[in-house]
C-alpha cells in the first residue's frame, strides 16, 4: 500500500487522537468527534439536532482503502442508518467498487452521481 494514500485516508484519525479530540463509542471503538455529532446543524427546544441529511463522502484520489478507513465508513453507515439516512460515496474507483460489493458491503452504500 502506498504510504502516502494510507497517510491521507488517516490524516483526519491521527490529527483527532493527538488533539485529543477522539471520544470512546460503544464497544470501546475510539472515533473522531467529528463521526459523533455532525456540525452546522441547528437544534430543537429539546437539544436534538434537525436537518440532517443523508452523508456524502468523497473518496476522490484514495486508490485503496484501509481497514481503519473501512471500519470508520461502516461506523458512518450504522449511525446514518440509525438516523434514518443514507450514506453515499463518491469519487470511487470502480475497482473499490467490486471490492466492497465481493465483501458484501456495497449494499451498504450508494453511488453518488457524477456530474459534468
Known amino acids: 500500500m ?26 470501546d471503538t475510539r472515533l473522531p468527534d467529528q463521526l459523533r455529532e455532525p456540525t452546522g446543524f441547528e437544534h430543537d427546544e429539546a437539544g436534538a ?12 484520489g484514495i486508490t485503496e482503502l484501509s481497514l481503519a478507513s473501512l471500519a470508520m465508513l461502516l461506523t458512518a453507515q450504522q449511525k446514518a442508518e440509525k438516523e434514518d439516512r443514507d450514506v453515499w460515496l463518491a469519487g470511487v474507483p470502480l475497482h473499490l467498487w467490486k471490492a466492497l460489493n465481493a465483501m458484501g458491503l456495497g449494499r451498504f452504500f450508494k453511488p453518488f452521481p457524477v456530474s459534468g
Not at 52 to 59: A, C, I, P, S
Request: net charge negative.
Open 2 to 27: 502506498d504510504q502516502r494514500v494510507e497517510g491521507k485516508e488517516t490524516e483526519g484519525v491521527l490529527d483527532a487522537e493527538r488533539e485529543g479530540t477522539m471520544t470512546e463509542h460503544e464497544n
Open 49 to 60: 439536532p434537525m436537518g440532517k441529511g443523508d452523508l456524502v463522502v468523497d473518496l476522490s
